[in-house]
């Protein structure tokens, strides 16, 4: 089991910068991946940026070059850093981990879901 914590939403105006930060804990060591996806209000949550293990990132077209996903290892916590945010970056964000499960069937994935953080954007 992992369990996330998130902070560091809230209101911020239009090109001002926000960190979102997720603490993790429980069985961190068998997490291979961490990221963050954002839902706004009647769309789908997306994926906004994603680590995994080695440093392999994978970022989103629409938030390249303004958002940056980090971690530090020492306090078991990864980051989202914002920048020149927009309007339409307004959404509940959420951190989520992909824990390396193994089973009679062979490796697989589970993934566990911060519990969000809103990011409002004013223009």
């Known amino acids: 089991q992992v369990q996330l914590v998130e902070s560091g939403g809230g209101l911020v105006q239009a090109g001002g910068s926000l960190r979102l930060s997720c603490a993790a804990s429980?069985?961190?060591?068998?997490?291979?991946?961490v990221g963050w996806y954002r839902q706004a209000p009647g769309k789908q949550r997306d994926l906004v940026a994603a680590?995994?293990?080695?440093?392999?990132?994978n970022i989103a077209d629409s938030v390249k070059d303004r958002f940056t996903i980090s971690r530090n290892n020492a306090k078991n916590t990864f980051y989202l850093q914002m920048n020149s945010l927009k309007p339409e970056d307004t959404a509940v964000y959420y951190c989520?981990?992909?824990?390396?499960?193994?089973?009679?069937?062979?490796?697989?994935?589970?993934?566990?879901w911060g519990q969000g953080t809103q990011v409002t954007v004013s223009s």
């Open positions: 989520a981990a992909d824990e390396l499960t193994v089973g009679p069937l062979g490796a697989g994935s589970k993934r566990y």
């Open positions: 429980g069985n961190i060591i068998s997490i291979h991946t």
């Open positions: 680590l995994a293990y080695g440093d392999t990132t």
